[in-house]
């Protein structure tokens, strides 16, 4: 069966960094384009950077330069490597896996981070 788990999260101070992880069963991972989201408490879900199945990136405007996105085709896992972390980017991280009308989610990983 599909299955999507985040790992990585936690607490962290301003200034410091994390990498989230995405590891992905039960499907072709590489054909995908992954995502990352996020939702902090009280705002919608918005998406923090994506990557296509050719390795083309896209990141929201306020991690650029900060959080990178990768993936590992080979172990069928994705990542975002997050630095300079804000209080802001407090939030549940999930990642997206699409292809046309495919869309499989993880159940999130919590990063906090304290000012």
């Known amino acids: 069966q599909v299955q999507l788990v985040e790992s990585g999260g936690g607490l962290v101070q301003a200034g410091g960094s994390l990498r989230l992880s995405c590891a992905a069963s039960?499907?072709?991972?590489?054909?995908?384009?992954m995502g990352w989201y996020r939702q902090a408490t009280g705002k919608q879900r918005e998406l923090v950077a994506s990557?296509?199945?050719?390795?083309?990136?896209n990141y929201a405007d306020s991690v650029k330069g900060r959080f990178t996105i990768s993936r590992d085709n080979a172990k069928s896992t994705g990542y975002l490597q997050m630095n300079s972390l804000k209080p802001e980017d407090t939030a549940v991280y999930s990642c997206?896996?699409?292809?046309?009308?495919?869309?499989?989610w993880g159940k999130g990983t919590l990063v906090t981070v304290s000012s």
């Open positions: 039960g499907f072709v991972f590489r054909v995908y384009t």
């Open positions: 997206n896996l699409v292809l046309g009308i495919r869309n499989y």
């Open positions: 990557i296509t199945s050719d390795g083309s990136t």
